[in-house]
């Protein structure tokens, strides 16, 4: 068949051709096109998750500013309440003006070493100080003390504690030996 | 009739004979004098398979489209939030900071019983027959030395009732075993009957800090 024989034939059938030439380009933009749909169907899926995300933590994120200033408040508090292990001079007075306030008499103290170490990774802010006290009184007295100690200027957890008195006289003062730890920052 | 009366044989023979004349008919020249000629069913089935891709095309390219737009909606509530999400996420990470710092605190505070209140509650709770002489309180729980007025027989009996009263004290529930050390003895120097208890402080539970805020991704 020679290019004038085709040219006749399509001019013959002129709507077969066009159509057939229209479906063919349809079928070819279609095959070229294939992947357009779910790839943008994916990105669709993406930036979505994102703005999820996003909008998530615009609503999460409500009087934050506020949270977070109180917490910064909250963190400037507790920090006005650390010790500081290596201002010995400093925590022993704290333990002297509690002797003077209470009327306890201390008859030992000592700033020891930390005997636990903080966990391997554990980022702890703070670190507790420990300290040894004995100290001799009235029961009001000791309480006393004990009560300003555990609610006083520094944060206090007491360890052990040893509380006795004479057995053969009720009257004698008490003996108080304690192991506590002051919460510092090193 | 004729016809009827012929033998099939001779008629099969009439067929294989040349016809009386030549056919010079061209086909290709003819027209088509079918009722329904064949372009239009060729047409149709042409306009039909266009009209489909073309729908079908037209469909996909919409499709396209649609997704294509919510993708720039998305694009644009992403770049109209994203500076104060990522604003927010940065306040976050510090009120994180702060908030391990006072959990930190907290769990220092909670991890100890309070003695104050303990020696209080004793001493408050205290029967008239009995007198503390020691307390000790180390890691693992509580001894209590005392000293219990009384003949062998009612001393013993305060010490018990003691100790069931100190069971139920709904304020020592950080204690979960009441228990006698040993056998109570008189004291010769006091006369009176010595008896030791051990309250064993119940393990640490370290309780799981609930977060404060809903975390920011």
């Known amino acids: ?186 | 009739m004729l016809s009827l009366l012929k033998k099939k044989g001779e008629t099969a023979e009439v067929a294989a004979l040349p016809a009386w004349h030549p056919n010079f008919r061209n086909y290709e020249k003819l027209p088509d004098i079918k009722v329904v000629r064949t372009a239009f069913f060729v047409n149709g089935a042409a306009i039909f398979l266009a009209t489909t891709l073309g729908i079908y095309f037209g469909f996909k390219e919409w499709q396209l489209h649609v997704v294509n737009g919510q993708i720039a909606h998305v694009a644009g509530l992403i770049g109209r939030d994203k500076r104060v999400s990522d604003q927010a996420i940065a306040v976050f990470k510090k009120f994180q900071a702060d908030e391990t710092r006072v959990n930190e605190v907290d769990a220092f505070i909670r991890s100890k019983t309070l003695i104050s209140v303990l020696v209080l509650r004793l001493a408050e709770t205290l029967p008239a027959n009995v007198a503390i002489d020691a307390f000790e309180l180390r890691e693992t729980g509580l001894t209590l030395r005392l000293a219990v007025r009384g003949d062998a027989a009612a001393a013993s009996g305060y010490a018990t009732a003691y100790l069931e009263q100190l069971k139920l004290d709904k304020q020592l529930e950080q204690f979960d075993e009441f228990n006698f050390t040993s056998t109570p003895m008189r004291n010769p120097a006091t006369g009176r009957m010595a008896v030791e208890f051990f309250l064993r402080l119940k393990p640490a539970v370290a309780a799981a800090a609930k977060p404060v805020r809903k975390p920011l991704l």
Not at chain 1, 33 to 46: S, Y
Not at chain 1, 94 to 101: A, D, M, R, S, T
Not at chain 1, 159 to 173: D, E, I, K, W
């Open chain 1, 1 to 186: 068949m020679t290019n004038q024989d085709l040219v006749a034939l399509i001019k013959k059938h002129p709507i077969s051709f066009g159509c057939g030439a229209l479906s063919l380009a349809f079928a070819v933009a279609l095959y070229l096109r294939v992947d357009e749909i779910p790839g943008a169907e994916a990105e669709l899926g993406l930036k979505s998750a994102d703005g999820d995300r996003i909008a998530l933590n615009i609503q999460y994120s409500t009087q934050l500013r506020e949270h977070t200033d109180a917490m910064a408040a909250a963190i400037k508090d507790v920090e006005s309440h650390l010790v500081r292990p290596t201002q010995l001079g400093t925590n022993t007075q704290y333990f002297y003006k509690l002797e003077g306030e209470t009327g306890v008499k201390i008859i030992d103290l000592r700033q020891t070493a930390a005997t636990a170490a903080p966990a391997k990774g554990a980022k702890n802010a703070y670190v507790a100080v420990p300290f040894s006290v004995s100290v001799q009184g009235s029961l009001p007295q000791i309480l006393d003390f004990l009560r300003q100690l555990e609610n006083g200027a520094h944060y206090c957890r007491v360890l052990t504690a040893s509380f006795s008195g004479a057995a053969s006289n009720r009257n004698a003062p008490l003996t108080l030996g304690l192991s506590l730890e002051l919460l510092g920052k090193s």
